[in-house]
Structures are given as structure tokens and as C-alpha cells.
DNA sequence: GTCTATAAAGTGATAGAC
DNA sequence: GTCTATCACTTTATAGAC
């Protein structure tokens, strides 16, 4: 639950309402996914009327965008540094990786979101397919750089192994952290 | 889209609307999820009105369950048979891996839905919990067997081992076949 | 900045004609 | 077996009071 630090019954908290708000979404897309969250619920986890909700953020999708962003932010200081190169990326990948397993929640709501995402014409299909495309790119370029370097083993073909990398990353956090496992039999 | 098998323009289908509704509502969960999707929506795909689909399935719910369940049937020839040990079960199950590569448009389905699924008050909660539970049994099993005949490679921890075996095979399947990865970042 | 009240549209489901 | 019409409810979003 979205912690509750108002100082008294009546005036409800100082500041910043806009940060409770984001929590409060964030967990309700993360049980329910961004379609099946009223804004009605998000307004309940955080004490409010939905139309307050809507004063701090114009519409759902702006809040679905808020709670991405914050992600982002959140996720940036252990984001590989552009013009970071081949073994070095790769390393700080790991470490980003292993951060994540520290965040369950924000990864329990990606694992929802992006799944519900697959439609072209879900708010945040963007969001994610810029995201992978961009990672995609990042791994393979530090994949090849790697190689050029001969960090690599013989065989490993960057364009094969940038995307089982990501794989692999994405299943082991998944499946320990998801209340039910993704499921593809 | 759903073949359109109509006779002509005025006596619809003589049979098989019932099939012809579950594809649809198929399709229409792959791309929205289940909650995300309005009987509407499915009964446009199948080119009759709302009330027509629940002529057919008392509620939304028990069309969703047609739907996995027409699944469990297509997928059932090649599953593993209960009683196969060890190896050869281990090996039953690389070959239902394969033959879920065929079915690019069920997979998806899973995919969406199953994450979907998470919350406990979603239909379909129940069905991939067990299922999952199910699933994670008889590849524990298979390991366990295997280990004692001694096909396994010394230090193979069957506890450590199904988990992993599973993980693996649903990324592989998944992100080849999403429209929009799955992502964990 | 948050509320009550309400509008406009969409939802699952039912009744009854054909 | 499929339709039209409609019900009761929920949704996002807006208007206006305080």
C-alpha cells in the first residue's frame, strides 16, 4: 500500500499528492494491468476522488506516461553510460540487471504492461517498442565491440547473442518474481 | 481474421458458429488481452451482434474458458504421456516446445493472458496457477527420474534444474514470436 | 487543491420479436 | 439461432462549488 503521510485527518499532505498518486497507479497497473485500472481505484489507494486524480494529471494515459517516466528515472543511475564500450557495457548491464532484482514491483508492472502492450493501439505500445529497439541496439553494439576487442569467444555471433542475452536476463527475473510465472506451454 | 465460410449472403453458416466465435474472441484477446476486449469487439470478428456470442456462451467468462480449453485440446498429441520417465519425458517436452512454434497466434494469447492472469481476481488466475503448478511437477519429476538412472551430468540440482528448463523455453518462444518483447528493463 | 455532481460513452447481460 | 431494444452499471472526463 501506498505509505500515508498526512499530518493530521483534515489537510492532507503538504506536498506533493502528484508522488502518492504515481505510487498508487503503480501498483494498481501492476495487479490489474493500465485497461482493467479505473481511475476510481488508483484515487482510493491514494485517499482521494478520482477527479483529484485528474487535476494533477490531465488523463490516464498521462498518468500511465508519469509512471513510466519515473521508472526511468529511477532505472538511470545504473544504466550502462553511452559510449560506455564492448566488455564494460556488457558488465554494467549485469549490474542493471541485478538492480532490478531489488524492484520487484516496477518489474512486475513491466512484465503486465508490456504483455497488454503487444496491441499497436495500447497508449504505451511506443514506450516499448522504442525501449527494446533501443536496447537491442545498445547490446549489440557492445556485443560487437567486444568481439573487435577479442573479448569474445570464437563463435559467439553478435546478432545472435545480443537478443538471447536480453532473453535470458528477462526470463530469470520474471519467473522468481512474478506471482504467476509467464506460461508458454 | 476469422475465414468466412457462409454459404451465401442470407442463411449464415449451417453449422459451427460456436467455432467460429471462439476464434474470433482468440484473435480478439491475442491483441487486447481478456478484460480489454468487449463482447462487441468479438462479435464484429465473427460478423454477428453481442447478444448472438452469448446465445452461445452463457458469459464473457465462459467464452474465455472455451477458448483455453479449445487450446488443451489442440495441444493435448503432443504433451508428454503420463507415465513416460526421465529422459524420454524431458525429451517429449523439447518436442512440444517445437510444436508450440507452429502456433505463433496461441502462444500470444498466453502471453497477454497469463500476465494478465497475475492478479487473483482475474478468470483466468486459477487456470494458469494450476497449470503452472502442473507443469513445474512433471518436469521436477522427469528430472528427478533422469538423475536417478543416471542421465544427468553430476552436479544437475533437479530443484535448480525445472525451473530454469521452463524459463528458458517460454523466453526463447516468447520473444521470438511477440510483436513487442517482453522487457525488463 | 479537492470535492460533489453530472455528462457522454461503453460494458455485460436480458427480454422478446422473428 | 440471430436480431433489435434496452437495462443497470461502470468508465473517463468536465463543470462548478468550496
Redesign the pocket.
Known amino acids: 500500500m501506498v505509505e500515508d503521510d498526512r499530518l493530521d485527518g483534515r489537510q492532507?499532505?503538504g506536498r506533493d499528492?502528484r508522488a502518492h498518486i504515481i505510487s498508487a497507479a503503480m501498483e494498481q497497473f501492476c495487479e490489474s494491468g493500465y485497461r482493467a485500472?479505473?481511475?476510481?481505484?488508483i484515487?482510493a489507494r491514494a485517499?482521494?476522488?478520482?477527479?483529484?486524480v485528474?487535476?494533477?494529471f490531465?488523463?490516464?494515459?498521462a498518468l500511465l506516461m508519469a509512471v513510466l517516466q519515473r521508472r526511468d528515472e529511477q532505472g538511470r543511475e545504473t544504466r550502462p553510460v553511452v559510449g560506455e564500450m564492448g566488455r564494460a557495457a556488457l558488465a554494467s548491464m549485469a549490474a542493471a540487471a541485478a538492480h532490478n532484482e531489488t524492484q520487484r514491483a516496477m518489474v512486475e508492472l513491466y512484465a503486465v504492461l508490456s504483455a497488454e502492450a503487444t496491441g499497436p493501439d495500447h497508449p504505451a505500445h511506443a514506450y516499448f517498442t522504442e525501449r527494446y529497439e533501443r536496447l537491442h541496439a545498445n547490446v549489440l553494439e557492445a556485443y560487437t565491440v567486444a568481439r573487435d576487442a577479442g573479448d569474445l569467444v570464437d563463435d559467439v555471433e553478435p546478432r545472435v547473442a545480443a537478443p538471447q542475452l536480453i532473453a535470458r536476463i528477462i526470463t530469470a527475473h520474471l519467473n522468481t518474481q512474478l506471482r504467476v510465472p509467464l506460461d508458454a506451454f
Open positions: 492532507r499532505r499528492t485500472s479505473s481511475l476510481r481505484d484515487a485517499d482521494i476522488t478520482h477527479p483529484g485528474l487535476y494533477h490531465p488523463t490516464k494515459e
